[in-house]
Nanobody, 124 residues
Framework: HVQLVESGGGSVQAGGSLRLSCAASGYTYSSNCMGWFRQAPGKEREGVAAIWNGGGGTYYAASVKGRFTISQDDAKNTLYLQMNDLKPEDTAMYYC??????????????????WGQGTQVTVS
């Protein structure tokens, strides 16, 4: 049973930082891609960043590149999203998700099979 549990969301002022965590269990962590998505009210879920386990590379949405950093701790089976210089437009529910290595583009939510429950990020 795959389980993803996000944490670390909260309310910050513009220019502030947050670090999101996603604890993963129940599958072969090293053979997947993991991603962060976000969804603001009234908007579609969008890909924020993704990382290919085993050193396959990282990917970012243009809107967060240079401000957000995705990383993982293999020993802890935990995915992170360091978010710096936060802006009001970053306000959304943030989700982590996992998918097989093979498939379509990293930002396609439909490619991801398992999702966490989300953690809210509010920037004012």
């Amino acid at each position: 049973h795959v389980q993803l549990v996000e944490s670390g969301g909260g309310s910050v002022q513009a220019g502030g930082s947050l670090r999101l965590s996603c604890a993963a269990s129940g599958y072969t962590y090293s053979s997947n891609c993991m991603g962060w998505f976000r969804q603001a009210p009234g908007k579609e879920r969008e890909g924020v960043a993704a990382i290919w386990n085993g050193g396959g590379g990282t990917y970012y949405a243009a809107s967060v590149k240079g401000r957000f950093t995705i990383s993982q701790d293999d020993a802890k089976n935990t995915l992170y999203l360091q978010m710096n210089d936060l802006k009001p437009e970053d306000t959304a529910m943030y989700y982590c998700a996992t998918r097989p290595l093979n498939g379509g583009v990293w930002y396609a939510a439909s490619e991801y099979r398992h999702w966490g429950q989300g953690t809210q990020v509010t920037v004012s």
